[in-house]
């Protein structure tokens, strides 16, 4: 693992450290910037100006050092959006392989606003598509209409509990088969238990889980309380959707070690669904 340069690090994580208007604060930056027209139609100046916002003040997102891990990959949809950070980065990624469509799927609307605000400056608003609502209403809406067929690769990034229960959707509605490509983020900081554990089992193990849990749909009780509780401010329910899944999807899964953008230790679980037994 290359070291982390702690010349570009962010500012530290405080104890709240989004949802206070920062978020407003970040557009007001980013569009007061003397140099605001050069950074029009550039993705990459774009993400340099959040970079540049978060060296002051804290900005959560993926980075520039796990970014490259998936930008590697190609994604078509990720869960939790935020500010737009990972979804420039990897929208761009898409459009320089020629790619149509990048969803990002966002449960908090003003959230939502200012990914559609920085997308449209980076001038990636023809590739990105950015859903409004819980993960998995969008997941299902997007199957129902038929806007995803298949996920080839999703990068997964929201409630931390909500990874395994999307991830088990998107087998049950055969959006991920064979051949699809899971990227995980934050597994080792805040860690993600119960989503290691799943892609990490095998079709047997999978199979005697599903009859134990029958069906549960609380958070994993491994899960700290600030994780679960993470999004629970503005009344968002911790329920989880509960689906069966496809216990009998095979995944070839690893951790790859790397940084948040604040230089602390984190790592990106890559998981490929090989085959189904
Ligand atoms: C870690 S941030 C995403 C950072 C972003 N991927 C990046 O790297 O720039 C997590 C986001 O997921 C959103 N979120 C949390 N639970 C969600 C859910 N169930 N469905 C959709 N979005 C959710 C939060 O509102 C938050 O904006």
């Not at 997941?139 to 996920?151: F, N, V």
């Amino acid at each position: 693992m290359p070291d982390f340069d702690s010349s570009k690090a962010y500012a530290a994580q405080e104890e709240v450290f989004f949802d206070d208007g920062r978020e407003i604060e970040l557009l007001h930056y980013v569009y007061g910037r003397k140099d605001v027209n050069e950074i029009r139609g550039s993705p990459e100046k774009v993400l340099q100006a959040i970079d540049d916002f978060g060296r002051k003040k804290y900005m959560m997102n993926v980075g520039e050092d796990k970014g490259k891990i998936v930008g590697e990959l190609i994604a078509e949809v990720e869960l939790g959006g935020y500010i737009g950070y990972s979804c420039i980065l990897f929208g761009n990624a898409v459009r320089k392989a020629g790619g149509k469509r990048y969803y990002s799927l966002e449960r908090n609307p003003e959230f939502g606003a200012v990914i559609s605000s920085l997308v449209d400056l980076a001038g990636l608003g023809d590739v990105v598509k950015v859903e409004i609502g819980s993960s998995d209403a969008s997941i299902k809406r997007l199957h129902e209409t038929g806007a995803l067929e298949h996920i080839d690769l999703m990068f997964l990034d929201h409630y931390k509990p909500a990874y395994k229960t999307d991830l088990k959707l998107c087998e049950e509605l055969k959006l991920v088969t064979p051949g699809s490509v899971l990227a995980a983020d934050n597994v080792i900081k805040p860690g993600n238990p119960s989503y290691l554990e799943y892609v990490r089992a095998t079709p047997k193990q999978k199979q005697e889980w599903t009859q134990q849990t029958n069906g549960q749909s609380a958070p994993d009780v491994r899960f700290q309380d600030k994780t679960v509780q993470q999004y629970a401010n503005r009344g968002e329910s911790t329920a989880l959707h509960a689906s069966p899944g496809n216990p009998k999807l095979v995944y070839d899964s690893k951790l790859v070690h790397s940084f948040e953008p604040t230089g602390d230790p984190d790592g990106i679980e890559i998981s490929r669904c090989t085959g189904e037994e």
